[in-house]
């Protein structure tokens, strides 16, 4: 991870221009305990997954009848942390003035200290063991950082302020990215909510709620037996997976691992004699799961030559249905909640064709299917889109957390 020479420590990755080795200090002769009071500030508040934020920003309500007399002020550069639930992480430097619950410690830098440098480094690994090592408490739960246990902590900082902001910088525009993906993903992620219930009908109507043009016919109800055929697949052990060999999807592995089972699969088998091959266009269902949700969400497999498992009902859509649409209705419209109603068993529930092909199906006409599926198949791809970047821009941070610091 870095460079030992002799006493000096150098991180692995730098900014050009830097050289000098990094020196070390004590927390206590970079920060001071302050204990300014106010009750007349915004109010904020301190979380291991969000930092320091606007308590108005948040979903939990405050207690309006909490006495604020003796919160704590913070000023912007601020370094906060949460005695209690510092060793998970709990600390930032504030971007904002206000005041903090007496729970929480302010430490404000001295003129060395770049505090966005130090919201990182107050996070690292190592220093969250130190925090949980000098907490005083006899459990998790009752532990506490106080500030001069804090300021006993050895640190590992650059000399130069310049490079303290250099990295501090490189990591706020990198948050500002993974926070811009994350918000376009949770849009899209509610987008897709309210399209799935306003484009398919609702209680006992045939009519939805949005369509597309030139579309006004009712839609039709049958059951998915007059309009599909049904099958099993074939069952493979552990002992037949392979690394490489004819691709399989496994009901064990479809929902821990769906994007690339259903899309790519990365799991091959030696073919049995009975083995059940795709021919593209196949909706599949788990035929057992620990919940009828489980059970009641379909999928479609577009490519052919794919072996399906055990433990998979098998669906092949006739000419008048489309594949994803299919899927959809079975997985978020009026069959699903059926679907999951005739779920039988406790600990492990069971679903037959039977069952399946008995659902009540409610289908307009094959070219505004079409149109349904092709929508949500570009709205799934947009989500998957960000869901990727996201990813992405997590593990770029995460190494470079661990590069950039000694």
């Not at 506490?144 to 706020?172: C, H, T, W, Y």
């Amino acid at each position: 991870m870095v460079e030992q020479h002799g006493k000096t420590l150098v991180p692995q990755i730098r900014f050009a221009g830097f050289t000098d080795p990094w020196e070390q200090r004590k927390l206590g002769e970079l920060f001071e305990e302050s204990d300014e009071r106010a009750s007349d500030r915004e109010i904020l508040s301190v979380s291991v997954a969000n930092g320091i934020y606007p308590a108005s920003e948040s979903d939990r309500e405050t207690n309006p009848g909490a006495s604020l007399a003796n919160y704590k002020i913070v000023h912007s550069g601020d370094v906060v942390y949460n005695s209690m639930r510092m060793w998970q992480g709990a600390v930032d430097a504030s971007r904002y003035g206000g005041i903090v619950s007496p729970a929480y410690v302010v430490a404000r830098p001295n003129s060395e200290v770049y505090a966005r440098f130090f919201a990182r480094l107050l996070r690292q690994p190592m220093l969250l063991k130190q925090y949980q090592q000098v907490s005083q408490g006899n459990s998790k739960d009752t532990q506490v950082l106080k500030f001069d246990d804090f300021a006993s902590i050895g640190i590992s900082m650059p000399a130069s302020e310049n490079e303290q902001r250099r990295i501090g910088a490189f990591f706020d525009r990198l948050d500002s990215l993974i926070t811009l993906h994350q918000r376009k993903y949770d849009k899209l992620c509610v987008l897709k909510k309210s399209m799935l219930d306003k484009m398919f009908p609702k209680g006992g109507s045939l009519y939805p709620e949005i369509r597309f043009a030139g579309f006004t016919d009712p839609w039709e109800q049958r059951k998915l037996g007059e309009l599909c055929s049904f099958s099993k697949g074939c069952g493979y052990s552990k002992n037949n997976l392979r690394d490489q060999g004819t691709p399989i999807i496994l009901y064990g592995r479809l929902y821990t691992n769906y994007e690339t089972q259903i899309h790519s699969v990365d799991t091959f088998v030696d073919p049995l004699e009975n083995s059940v091959y795709t021919e593209g266009g196949e909706v599949i269902v788990p035929a057992s799961g620990e919940t009828a949700e489980d059970i009641s969400i379909a999928s479609v497999v577009e490519k052919p030559g794919i072996i399906l498992g055990g433990d998979l009902n098998i669906i092949t859509p006739s000419a008048v249905v489309n594949p994803v649409f299919l899927a959809l209705e079975l997985s978020y419209g009026k069959p699903h909640f059926d679907l999951a109603k005739r779920a039988q068993g406790k600990s492990v529930v069971h679903i037959h064709n039977e069952d399946i092909a008995n659902v009540f199906f409610d289908r307009p006409c094959i070219a505004e299917q079409r149109r349904i599926g092709e929508f949500f198949d570009r709205l799934d791809t947009l989500i998957t889109l960000h869901q990727r970047k996201l990813e992405l821009l997590r593990n770029i941070k995460k190494s470079m957390l661990d590069k950039m610091f000694v």
